[in-house]
């Protein structure tokens, strides 16, 4: 079946350090891949998309990029603030049908210090 | 644009008690899901719904576990009995179709 992998939490980092969060995936069919960002309190926003291979998704100054030939999706962000300090979820979704499921992975926890 | 609600945020109750939850889509969404997030895990989809019709109910437990969405818009989500394991925070979120799918607050339910 479908899953993701996503690097294991939790992330502590000084402010302005440099980010990547590993997320690797399995997909029967030719899935889009997300990142979805969790801030304390809040429900599950979306952060970025690719929907096709070598498509970057950006966004508040976060990338990342649909490698096919690794399946991965690893998020990056060349400079963390405080306020990136949220849980960070991998996800993919295949449509089959009119079957729009999405399947995350774990989260990642990222804390960022002043 | 307001966005997906949902109701109670939070909720405690026995175990074998009976509890409901209630999502109210963003406006026009045809689709609407529910997903379970037990605590150090990622969301886990439990049913969809499009319109009011069930596409996909494949991991809900439905020896406990119910859903309706009368008339396409409003859905609840209802367990009875409820067991210890069914601690969560309970997630709905709604799209056009197939498109990006907009998470609610949660509900996080404790099971005692």
């Known amino acids: 079946g479908d899953s993701v992998t996503q690097m294991e939490g939790p992330v502590t980092l000084s402010e302005e350090a440099f980010l990547t969060i590993n997320c690797t995936y399995t997909?029967?069919?030719?899935?889009?891949l997300f990142w979805y960002v969790q801030y304390p309190g809040e429900g599950l926003q979306l952060l970025l998309k690719?929907?096709?291979?070598?498509d970057k998704g950006s966004n508040k100054g976060f990338e990342a990029t649909y490698r096919k030939e690794t399946t991965s999706f690893h998020l990056e962000k060349g400079s963390v603030q405080v306020s990136d300090s949220a849980v960070y979820f991998c996800a993919l979704k295949v449509v089959g049908g009119s079957n729009y499921k999405l399947t995350f992975g774990k989260g990642t926890l990222l804390t960022v210090n002043p | 644009e307001a966005g997906v609600a949902q109701s109670p945020r939070y909720k405690i109750i026995e175990k074998r008690q009976s509890v409901a939850f209630w999502c109210n889509p963003i406006?026009?969404?045809?689709?609407l899901y529910w997903y379970q997030q037990i605590l150090g895990q990622g969301p886990k989809l439990l049913i969809q719904f499009q319109n009011n019709g069930v596409v996909d109910d494949s991991q809900l437990p439905k020896d406990r576990f119910s859903a309706e969405r009368l008339k396409g818009v409003d859905s609840t989500l209802k367990i009875q009995p409820a067991k210890l394991e069914d601690s969560a925070v309970y997630l709905c979120?709604?799209?056009?179709?197939?498109?990006?799918?907009?998470f609610g607050p949660g509900t996080r339910l404790t099971v005692l």
């Open positions: 997909a029967t069919g030719y899935p889009s």
């Open positions: 406006s026009g969404h045809a689709t």
């Open positions: 979120a709604s799209s056009q179709t197939s498109g990006t799918q907009y």
């Open positions: 690719a929907t096709k291979a070598d």
